[in-house]
């Protein structure tokens, strides 16, 4: 796998010194995962940092009734169950691939020990982690705002790219609605 796309997203956020990219890319690890494999299961650990060189992710948790998809991942994202990575608790959420995936993952004593030797590791993954909180408050309140329909539009703006690559049971488990509602409000744009 090549791991330009890896270095460009981090220089994106942030140029570390020389010792901090050499320790990213020399302890990341290669992993391809088939639609349906787990990267995170209930209960587990989040033990890795991930970065999606292709495919899709979606986080999410269940009730024993219902999925709730929290968030998906595609491309070029960096991510991780945060709660648990950061605590070392097991998470109540889960990390499935939705299609083929290629990731590149990054031990949490790896990121600890760059931490701990070199401030910009530490910008870099303060920067990083502080992207969730802030993308959670979001969705929070979208979720607690918004009407279904709404939640759907906002979805087809923010995320075209994934429209045609999740299933409309995942769409509809990310907007909160039935898929019964979900088809109601599609056809309406008819």
Known sequence: MHQNHFIQAIEKI???EQAVMEGLVSSSESKLYRKGDFLLKADETCRYFYFIEKGLVKLFFDNGDKDFIMTFFAEH???AELSGFLTGHPSKYMIVALEPTEV??????????????YHSAETLFSKLYSKAPVNMM????????????????????QRPDLIQRISLGDLADYIGITQ???SRIRAQKL
């Open 14 to 16: 942030l140029k570390p």
């Open 77 to 79: 994202s960096f991510f």
């Open 104 to 117: 590149l993952r990054i031990p949490k004593e790896t990121i600890e020990k760059l931490c701990r030797k």
């Open 138 to 157: 979001g969705r929070i309140s979208e979720m607690l705002e918004d009407d279904g329909k709404e939640r759907y539009h906002n979805f087809l703006k």
């Open 180 to 182: 019964v509602s979900l």
